[in-house]
């Protein structure tokens, strides 16, 4: 509970002072004038809500001690107030927008005068929260060397287990106007501790170091615990509250930040302003950053697949072309070999033309597979051959100019390709009947790629493999990423995912093509995979499964084991490999080698399926 400072004492030393120097009669209709005089502090701005109260309000000789100073990025300092009020829903700390490297220290008592506004880190349409803020100061030393406000703990005691309230429908779902409850809803909480000076203790990380410099930690050590370490995202309802995003203040030259892996601990005390960005949401911006202790976390190995099992895997690549340093088609190559023991076939995503990102109208990958190949033999692997349908060039999504599109690589030691008819980026793929059995009328084919749910975007590739005289059909997705949905921490809540609604359309295209496999030949031995951007019990997902046609086979792991990326310290299942009904036995791994990591050859964990055709 923070200390109180009963607004009444200051009234009442107001009025004396007011009487000492004869600008007020003895009377109550003084002293509630006195009243009306008291100054504005830093809980004043902030409110109950998350809107300031005095919004677009000028306001002069706001006093508080300097907490934090930033001198890049976002440039200001924040200043919080060592009296706080009695009310545990108003901050008493807020960022002052200083635009250029301010000149004030940590420990500075300061006057600011300035304009109260709310700023939203990454524009109104991120559905992101606000910062309050005093931007246009005019600030006031008036003493240096000041004892810092004691910080406010954050740990798994204070941080209440629901999420967010839900937001008003009168306000389309937001939940600005809503009355803080901090002691009973998480982004309450940490809203109720915006620009204050907090601490966290020693706690888990569960997102690692990125490149940014920023990794995330929980302070529920218990919360949704992945067996590896970090925390998983297992519904909607599950967005874990203990996670918080650690920055550090000083600048990289001066300080580098600490390189750490998910499962590591940062040690000690982490102290500083607590800030709101749009990459996240709540970070602790730290003035003293704790020390990182390494884990013993290690990339794994799948299990080689036995003479008679057939080893399907999918592995978004992360934009892999020529231009690329051989480093990361080596490490990618020793990946498939020795982590993936160099599955029958491979579904990758994320394969780019022979030229990457440069925008001239190339649209053929033969060099850029040409070179992985030979790097997955040169690292002990088969000799893959290769199998895609080169896309429309800038019709597929992706960076522009790179025309990033799925690929099948196999082993033809082990595996064999139906080569019938292929198709073209525009021609669309069917099923016949051939002998009695399901075929593909083009193979490798693309799954309806007229379809307005496949406009920029990747089309799904179909192909027809023969394992030991047994036919596979083989579909390798890569649906429509998430961007320009709102983050777990939006003002709307629940958020908006609008990216949704063309995941939906593309699932239902795959299902229904999927249900024409099944109903020509019932017993088909159908595997979808891929990089479906999108969790294992979302309405995509379920589109997917739709009346039986096909299930999620991560569904079969444990839940501490359903992950393949990590995202803002949320471990969550986006690439997926889902069976229709004839395999029924099989054994899943989602292969970690890659998310949990600080240094990663791509942000995606591949996955592997075998089975018994």
């Known amino acids: 509970m923070r200390s109180s400072h009963p607004r009444s004492a200051a009234v009442a030393a107001l009025v004396a002072t007011a009487l000492a120097t004869g600008l007020l009669a003895g009377t109550a209709d003084a002293a509630e004038g006195a009243a009306s005089a008291d100054p504005i502090r830093i809980h004043d701005i902030q409110g109950t809500t998350r809107i300031s109260p005095l919004n677009g309000k000028q306001v002069a000789d706001v006093t508080g001690i300097v907490t934090g100073v930033r001198t890049y990025g976002s440039r200001g300092f924040w200043m919080q107030d060592p009296d706080a009020d009695d009310n545990a829903a108003t901050s008493e700390g807020v960022f002052v927008f200083t ?81 803080l409850d901090p002691s009973r809803y998480a982004l309450d909480f940490y809203e109720s501790l915006e620009g204050m000076n907090v601490k966290i203790g020693t706690s888990r990380v569960v997102g690692a170091t990125d490149p940014h410099a920023e990794l995330w930690v929980t302070v529920k050590g218990w919360e949704n615990t992945a067996k590896r370490g970090g925390t998983i995202y297992g519904s909607y309802e599950s967005q874990n509250t203990g996670r918080l995003q650690i920055q550090q203040l000083a600048p990289l ?77 080596d490490n990618l190559a ?42 997955i033999a040169a690292a002990g692997g088969p000799s893959y051959q290769w199998r895609t349908i080169n896309p429309e060039n800038n019709k597929d999504g992706g960076e522009p100019g790179g025309n990033i599109r799925q690929v099948f690589l196999f082993n033809p030691a082990r595996v064999s390709f139906t080569d019938r008819a292929a198709g073209d980026a525009a021609t669309a793929t069917g099923v016949m009947t051939e002998q009695g059995h399901a075929a593909l009328t083009h193979s490798p084919g693309r799954i309806d790629p007229a379809n307005p749910a496949w406009e920029d975007s990747r089309k799904p590739l179909a192909g027809e493999f023969v394992f030991r005289g047994r036919t596979v059909f083989v579909i390798a997705n890569h649906f429509s990423s998430k961007g320009g949905d709102e983050g777990l921490a939006s003002h709307h809540q629940p958020p908006v995912r609008k990216s949704e609604a063309k995941r939906l359309l593309q699932a239902q295209a795959v299902n229904g093509f999927v249900k ?18 999108d969790f294992e019990f979302s309405g995509t997902a379920k589109a997917l499964e739709d009346g039986g046609a096909l299930y999620s086979a991560i569904k079969s792991l444990p839940k501490a084991e359903r992950y393949s990326y990590v995202y803002q310290g949320n471990a969550q299942v986006l690439d997926q490999i889902l069976t229709s009904p004839a395999i029924k036995s099989f054994t899943y791994d989602s292969v970690h080698i890659n998310a949990e990591f600080s240094a990663q050859n791509s942000d995606h964990d591949p996955q592997v399926l075998r089975f018994r055709p």
């Open 99 to 179: 635009g250029s490297a301010p000149t004030v220290a940590v420990g500075d008592a300061v006057k600011v005068s300035g304009l109260v506004g709310e700023y939203v880190p990454g524009g109104a349409a991120s559905g992101n929260q606000s910062v309050t803020q005093i931007s246009k100061p005019a600030v006031t030393v008036v003493s240096s060397g000041n004892a810092l406000p004691e910080a406010t703990a954050i740990n798994e005691y204070n941080v209440p287990a629901a999420y967010a309230p839900a937001g008003d429908p009168a306000a389309g779902g937001s939940i600005n106007g809503l009355d």
């Open 253 to 329: 030259a001066q300080q580098p930040f600490p390189v750490a892996n998910v499962g590591d601990k940062l040690t000690g005390t982490t102290e500083g302003p607590l800030d709101f960005n749009q990459f996240g949401g709540y970070t602790l911006a730290a003035r003293t950053l704790g020390t990182v202790k390494a884990g013993t976390l290690a990339p794994e190995k799948t299990k080689a697949q036995a003479p008679g099992e057939l080893a399907v895997a999918t592995y978004n690549v992360e934009n892999l072309d020529p231009s690329d340093p051989q480093e990361k088609f």
């Open 516 to 533: 024409d496999l099944l109903a020509t030949q019932k017993n088909a031995n159908v595997l979808v995979l891929g990089d479906i951007n």
């Open 334 to 375: 020793k990946a498939v070999v020795a982590n993936l023991a160099s599955p029958d076939i491979l579904a990758l995503e994320e394969i780019q033309d022979d030229n990457g990102a440069k925008n001239d109208g190339t649209v053929s990958a033969e060099q850029t597979l040409t070179k992985f190949t030979a790097a």
